[in-house]
Structures are given as structure tokens and as C-alpha cells.
DNA sequence: GCCAACGTTGGC
DNA sequence: GCCAACGTTGGC
């Protein structure tokens, strides 16, 4: 069992589009990178959990908690010549980009980048990286367990 | 809107 | 395989 951080911007699919989805359930889908893309296919499992994160927004931050409730799959929006997301070297038979379902576990409280920033036990996190973005990341065991009490 | 830090593309 | 040019992410 792994822990993640996967980011979202709020205007597109945020922390309350997922609670309000059926079974507290959407894909999440539109990474186009691969390393972020390796993660997922080769150590992401249902049954982990992840930080949902919004980022591109007014106050970036982490806005709730989601459970991997499935396998990854291919992403669709790689096919749909009328998606941001399509890409054309991408094939039905070899598709190259996949998505996984989320499920909302809660809301929280917005922890900020800000905030976490000024945390001495998060100094180390992946996301504080300079020139960190990628759209999906671990999250180490001692990191999630502290994030988590002191979320609201 | 700016720009740092990457990542990708394509000519050679 | 190198690397310049270009594109993207995402905080600010």
C-alpha cells in the first residue's frame, strides 16, 4: 500500500466535483507525462491512497483525502480528436496515456503550499522540490501520516 | 502575465 | 546522440 499526492486543478475536477460524483467517484485522467504516467502504471494499486491537490488556482493546496479504487486503464481523452488532451500518436491497440478512478474519502480543510512550506517535517517532500510538477508523486509513509493528523 | 524549471521535438 | 528551439507546468 503506497501513498500519492495527484493534483487537479479546481476549475477543471475539484475536491467537492468528486464528492458530488456517483459513489464519490470519478477518473482522473490528463497526465501527458512519463514519468508521472510510470507511477501510475507500474506502483500505483487500488487501495492506495492519495492527497487530492489543486493546483492552478488561487490557493494551491491539498483539499481532501481519495482512495485508487481500481486498475489503471487507458485514458480516453487520448483518442478524442476534440479533447486538450488528445494525442494523435496514440492508438486504440497501444494507447499511450492511462487514467485511474478516485473515490473521495473526505474534504479537508485546505492545506496550503504555503503552509506546508513552513513545516520542518515536510522540508523533504517531493512536492516542495524546486522545480517540482509533476501530477502525480509519492508521498513517504512519515510525511503522509503527519499531513494527515494535522489535516482538518 | 511572467518566468523558472523542466520535458519534448527534430534537424543534423 | 547532441542540443537548440519550442512547449508546458504551475506558483507568484
Request: contains cysteine; proline residues 7%.
Amino acid at each position: 500500500m503506497r501513498y500519492w499526492l495527484i493534483k487537479s486543478e479546481p476549475d477543471e475536477v475539484s475536491i467537492d466535483d468528486v464528492l458530488a460524483a456517483p459513489a464519490h467517484t470519478v477518473a482522473w485522467f490528463g497526465v501527458r507525462n512519463y514519468q508521472a504516467r510510470n507511477f501510475m502504471r507500474d506502483d500505483m494499486r487500488p487501495g492506495d491512497q492519495a492527497f487530492f491537490y489543486h493546483s492552478s488556482c488561487a490557493e494551491p493546496g491539498i483539499a481532501g483525502i481519495v482512495d485508487i479504487v481500481g486498475a489503471a486503464y487507458p485514458d480516453a481523452t487520448q483518442f478524442d480528436s476534440a479533447s486538450p488532451y488528445y494525442d494523435p500518436k496514440a492508438t486504440q491497440e497501444q494507447p499511450r496515456w492511462i487514467s485511474v478512478d478516485v473515490k473521495a474519502v473526505r474534504k479537508t480543510a485546505l492545506l496550503s503550499l504555503k503552509e506546508m512550506r513552513t513545516m520542518p517535517e515536510l522540508s523533504e517532500m517531493r512536492l516542495l522540490a524546486k522545480g517540482s510538477r509533476l501530477s502525480v508523486m509519492p508521498v513517504e509513509a512519515a510525511e503522509w501520516k503527519f499531513i494527515k493528523k494535522i489535516l482538518k
